[in-house]
Structure formats: structure tokens, C-alpha cells
């Protein structure tokens, strides 16, 4: 079965300060993941997903098979950043379903 | 037209009331689905249309009836629910490329059932 762990629910930090958002997946085979984010009152985006390798609004995560890891990180916060971030998992293997990890709610603080 | 819409915003039904949930999406996405989310929690899976046709029912009350009229459209029918029905109803739709099948949102529908 399929399962993400996001194991921090909130995580405060000031404007300027790195901010690391931790998700940890279980899989079998190879997952394709992804890490939306829900301002408030706003609907569920897409930040980011492993297959682009892309950089959104400062955001990069890495996929680590290894570790089993797709960690959301940005070098500096800023106060529009403060969100709820989640991250999911989706795959051949359970019929392309979509699981959700618990949610990170990220805080910038001015 | 690059986004997933939801009608209405938001919806107070009793438990004895029928309506209907409405999502549209015109960007040739094969693939729409039905979530509920509860405050401060992930979405969860309740339907999923694949090409038109009824693929995933995640063992979803029968109050819950969903339709796909066709390849634009998904409707959520409520027929007597509970109070603990009452959540965030999302919409969202996707299509596989060569990167990937990636699933995008819409808004919502913010239901109370009283």
C-alpha cells in the first residue's frame, strides 16, 4: 500500500530563514511525486512535481529513492509563503490514486 | 480556458434536501475525480472518472451519486445526508503526458448540512 508522511504539522519561521518541509513516501515501484500548497481560502495548486526538476516561487524538492524522501525546501521564507503544504504520491501501481500526506502548515513570521 | 470550475461556492442543504454538485473543466483532461476534505485535513479520494466511465468508488455512501455527462462535466448528487457530511467538496481533473499524469484542482464547493 501507499503511504506519505509528512511528519511535521506546523512549522514556524521567520521572514529570511531557510524553510525544510519533510515528506517520506512507501511505494512499490516508481512513484511520481508531487507537493501542492492551499493558501488560505484558495483551491489546492500544484507546486511542485519530481518528473519537472523545476524551481517554483523559491521552492525545490529532490527526489531521494534511497531515503525514500521528497523534502520541500526554500533557502529564504517570505511572509506570503505561510500555507498549508502537502505532499503526494501517485503511481501505476494503485491505479494512478492520488494519496495526500498529512499537511505541513508552514508559518512565516515577519 | 486553463482551470478547473465548481458551482456553487457554497451550499447549506438539510438532511431530507437533494442537490447537485457541478465541476467543469475544458482542457481535454480524461481523467476527473470527486475529493471531500475536512477543515485542517488532506483531501480524500471519493470517485474517479476515467474516458466518461465510473473507474474508482472508494466505498463512498450510496447519499453520494456521482454522473459524468460527458468529458467536460461531473456532477455530485446529495440525496439525505448527515451533518458529518459537511466539508469542502473538490473537484479536479488530469491528463497523463509524457511527464507524468498530474491532477489540478478547483475551488470547491463549501457544503453545510444542517
Known amino acids: 500500500a501507499q503511504r506519505v508522511t509528512q511528519p511535521e504539522k506546523l512549522l514556524s519561521v521567520f521572514k529570511g530563514a531557510p524553510v525544510e518541509l519533510k515528506c517520506n513516501y512507501s511505494?512499490?515501484?516508481?512513484?511520481?511525486l508531487f507537493w501542492y500548497v492551499q493558501y488560505s481560502r484558495q483551491r489546492l495548486q500544484l507546486l511542485l512535481r519530481?518528473?519537472s526538476r523545476e524551481s517554483i516561487k523559491g521552492f525545490t524538492a529532490d527526489l531521494n529513492k534511497g531515503e525514500t524522501s521528497f523534502h520541500l525546501k526554500k533557502p529564504f521564507a517570505q511572509e506570503e509563503d505561510s500555507a498549508m503544504y502537502y505532499c503526494?504520491?501517485?503511481?501505476?501501481?494503485?491505479?494512478?490514486?492520488?494519496?495526500f500526506g498529512g499537511g505541513t502548515r508552514v508559518l512565516v513570521k515577519p | 480556458d486553463t482551470e478547473v470550475t465548481q458551482t456553487p461556492k457554497h451550499l447549506v442543504m438539510g438532511m431530507t434536501n437533494k442537490k447537485s454538485l457541478k465541476c467543469e473543466q475544458h482542457m481535454g483532461h480524461r481523467a476527473m475525480y470527486w475529493y471531500k476534505q475536512k477543515a485542517k485535513k488532506p483531501p480524500e479520494l471519493m470517485f474517479v472518472y476515467s474516458y466518461e466511465k465510473l473507474s474508482i468508488n472508494e466505498s463512498v455512501p450510496s447519499r453520494f451519486s456521482p454522473e459524468c455527462p460527458n468529458s467536460s462535466l461531473l456532477n455530485l448528487h446529495l440525496h439525505a445526508l448527515q451533518p458529518e457530511d459537511s466539508a469542502l467538496y473538490l473537484c479536479a481533473s488530469s491528463l497523463r503526458d509524457l511527464s507524468g499524469e498530474t491532477q489540478y484542482f478547483g475551488p470547491g464547493t463549501r457544503l453545510l448540512v444542517l
Open positions: 511505494y512499490s515501484g516508481s512513484p511520481e
Open positions: 503526494a504520491l501517485s503511481g501505476e501501481a494503485a491505479g494512478n490514486k492520488l494519496t
Open positions: 519530481h518528473i
